[in-house]
Every structure is written in C-alpha cells, then in structure tokens.
C-alpha cells in the first residue's frame, strides 16, 4: 500500500491495526519490523518519549500484552507489585478506598479518583519503592495492555522515571521528615502526599501589603467534618501549607466584656515558620487570619488529596495537631482577657489590634 496516496484516518487506522497485531504477537516472535511499529506508537507515551532509543527498543521487544474486562481489577489496592503497565486500547479509572471522605479499610466504599487512556501507564511507584499498590486499578470496557515485569522494568526503565519522576519527590519526603507528625507514617504514604505537593511563592515584601493565606470568613473549614463526615464534606478549593522558607503571622479574635459591654478585640497568637503546617483541618477554629510577614515560599496540596490518599492515621495526626492549637490559643485568649480587665480596671487601655502596641502583647 502507497501510505501516500490514502487520507489520513484510514492512515491511522492501518497504522492501528498493525500496531495491535506487534503487540499481539509474543515477544519472541517479534520481527524488527514489529518493534519499528510499536516504538512508533510507545515512543508518544508520556512516560516513554524521552528515554533512549535503545531503552525504547528494550521495553518493545520485552513487554507482554494482556487483556482486561469491563470492571476487571487490573491491580488491586495494598497487593505487591510486580509489573509496570501501559494502556495500549482502552480505558481505566484509579480507585481508592474512602468513608465519607476518609480512606478506610476493606469495608469501605470504592471512589474514583483519576481516569486513565491509551498512553497512560501506572505501577512505577511501587516497583521502584519497593511498596504495595497504593490503589486500584479498573478497567472501564475492554482494554489491551502492554507490561514488563519488574526485572525488565528495572533494567530498562527505572533510571528515567527515578531522575525525572522521583528525585524531585525524594527532596519532597526528606522535607517531610522536618515535621514531626509525618516522621511515623510509612514511606508509601509519605510518597503519596509528597508527589502532590506543589511549589507556590508569596511575594509579600516587609512593611508592605499583607497577603492572606487563610481567612475563616471567607473560606473556613468546617469542623463538623469531624462527627458527621458525609454531612459536612471539605471544599475541593481547600488546601494546606507547608513552610519552607519564610513567615507568616495567625491571629485570632476574642471579645471581652467591660461594664456590662462587650469589647471585640484581634491579636496575633503566634508566628509561623520552617517546618510548620497549616491550612484546612490542620487549623483550629478559633484561627480567624493567617497573613504573610515576609516572603514565603511553600508546598501547597489540596486537604482532599490528604483525606483521600493518606489514611485514618494522618487524619487523627491532623486533628490532633488543630486540637493542640485550640488549647494553646484559648490560653493566649483567657490571658489577653485578664490583662485588658487588669489594665481597665487602673485607668489604661490596650489595643490588641493596634500595630503599634503589637511588639507589646505577650509573646
């Protein structure tokens, strides 16, 4: 056939056609013209366009092909990994396991999370960590897949996924090991967090304007989520911070009544820096404002992708953390209140609020 003198879609479908039939054919039996074929085609996928054309070759004269059904687990959550796979025909959506917005065990409903198609490929992360499959996988229709076992994986593949892929997430879990309600989690979780973490920098210069970074009036989390899960769902726009560098200052309101009046008051409580977190459930609700103070540099990640994919554990760790906050807060409170009725009661007046007396509140 003169490739040129036909259209494009039936180009295509041809193409198509003797890509499926390479694939198809067992590995052994592939001719060089069967690898031509199908580096064509793998060569597009995402995870395989800028390996070598040697490394390219390797995995095409090594992959296997297998089928999966309509609703067919191709991997299942928590098994041991043993292939990395690539959807040649067909689609599949990522589950994970969650109770009303929380993962949970082998009783809980199943959520779809990502949608996968042909180029897609998944199971790198476990073979190269060495840990169970963080979720599963399920065929939505028929679909063809291609897959290495894990030692041809390792020998053709591994290199570039670590350089491109997991280095820049291994920076991520070693800055995650600063945080010490994150040091006991197992290292797939710590992966799972760390590859959705995303880099984001506040410009706020000393002195000048102020960005807000939480604001409860505006987009408060809802602590309910606590007792009534399905009732009160967190907002898919609410997110977490992790300092890297720089600071930023939380405040609170509180009221104090004087002769029978009640006065509204604002303080700084504390200052945040390096290795704190904050955001979502990981702040208590007596936090009103948190606000830049210098230029800040962080990690942000969506509070679902930490509800969703982290587990019960991380959960208590968080709510924990904003319980802690809530004490510490509620002390700062109760002696803000004692000192304002101390100070009424011998003629003088505090702003809390006021700039200029704010280097004056107790530290």
């Not at 997991?166 to 920076?171: A, D, H, L, V």
Request: glycine residues 6%; contains cysteine; hydrophobic residues 35%.
């Amino acid at each position: 056939v003169d490739l040129r003198k036909i259209s494009k879609d039936v180009h295509a479908r041809l193409v198509g056609e003797q890509f499926r039939a390479a694939l198809l054919r067992p590995p052994e039996l592939r001719s060089s013209s069967d690898l031509t074929k199908l580096a064509k085609v793998f060569g597009l996928c995402p995870n395989l366009q800028d390996i070598s054309s040697e490394a390219l070759l390797g995995f095409c004269s090594q992959c296997q092909c297998s089928f999966a059904n309509d609703g067919q687990n191709i991997v299942s959550e928590n098994q041991e990994p043993d292939k990395f796979y690539i959807i040649a025909i067909g689609y599949a959506k990522v589950l994970v396991r969650s109770i009303g917005g929380v993962t949970g065990g082998e009783g809980s409903d199943m959520v779809a999370v990502r949608r996968l198609g042909p180029g897609h490929s998944f199971g790198e992360a476990g073979l190269i960590y060495d840990q169970p499959r963080s979720a599963t996988v399920q065929a939505e229709g028929n679909v063809i897949l291609a897959w290495l076992p894990r030692e041809q994986y390792m020998k053709h593949l591994s290199k570039y996924h670590i350089k491109w892929y997991f280095n820049p997430i291994q920076e991520k879990i070693e800055y995650l090991q600063n945080f010490s309600a994150w040091r006991k989690f197992e290292l797939r979780a710590k992966f799972i967090i760390a590859f959705f973490l995303t880099q984001k920098i506040f410009h706020s210069e000393s002195g000048g304007p102020e960005e807000v970074l939480y604001d409860a009036k505006k987009h408060p989390f809802d602590h309910r989520f606590w007792k009534e899960k399905d009732q009160y769902p967190p907002d898919p726009d609410h997110v977490c911070y992790f300092i890297v560098d720089g600071e930023c200052e939380v405040y609170t309101d509180f009221e104090v009544e004087i002769n029978s009046k009640i006065q509204k008051h604002t303080m700084v409580v504390s200052t945040l820096s390096n290795t704190n977190f904050f955001g979502g459930p990981g702040t208590s609700a007596l936090v009103t404002r948190i606000v830049t103070r210098s230029p800040m540099k962080v990690f942000e990640v969506k509070v679902e992708d930490i509800l969703y994919r982290m587990g019960p554990a991380i959960l208590e760790t968080v709510r924990q953390h904003a319980r802690n906050q809530e004490k510490f807060i509620m002390r700062r409170i109760e002696a803000m209140q004692t000192t304002i009725k101390q100070s009424h009661a011998s003629g003088l007046a505090i702003s809390s609020s006021s700039p200029s007396k704010r280097a004056k509140l107790p530290t």
